[in-house]
């Protein structure tokens, strides 16, 4: 079983940064198909991707977030990261940590982000 624990949101004013974290409980990037991610739910909406890596390190970047914002993992600790720049209001949403281990997915809890105008 894979535990998935992220931190790091929190309320921004628009333009600000955060940088959210997420632990896992194993290590994720052993196999050549895995994968950690983000995706993010606001209110009344699906939840929709923001950005995944896979272990050879291909990224899937939504446009919406481009150019803004940064995924990046440190491999000896099980953790990714998500550097959010310039965020704007409509980046408000719980931003869940996803992980794709030997075919089976996981996610975690989930962190709020609140981007104020």
């Known amino acids: 079983q894979v535990q998935l624990v992220e931190s790091g949101g929190g309320l921004v004013q628009a333009g600000g940064s955060l940088r959210l974290s997420c632990a896992a409980s194993?290590?994720?990037?052993?196999?050549?198909?895995?994968?950690m991610g983000w995706y993010r739910q606001a209110p009344g909406k699906q939840r929709e991707l923001v950005v995944t890596?896979?272990?050879?390190?291909?990224?899937n970047v939504a446009d919406s977030v481009k150019g803004r914002f940064t995924i990046s993992r440190d491999n000896a600790k099980n953790m990714m990261f998500l550097q959010m720049n310039s965020l704007k209001p409509e980046d408000t949403a719980v931003y869940y940590c996803y992980a794709k281990r030997y075919m089976a997915d996981y996610w975690g809890q989930g962190t709020q982000v609140t981007v104020s105008s």
């Open positions: 890596i896979t272990t050879g390190g291909r990224t």
């Open positions: 194993v290590s994720i990037f052993s196999g050549s198909d895995n994968a």
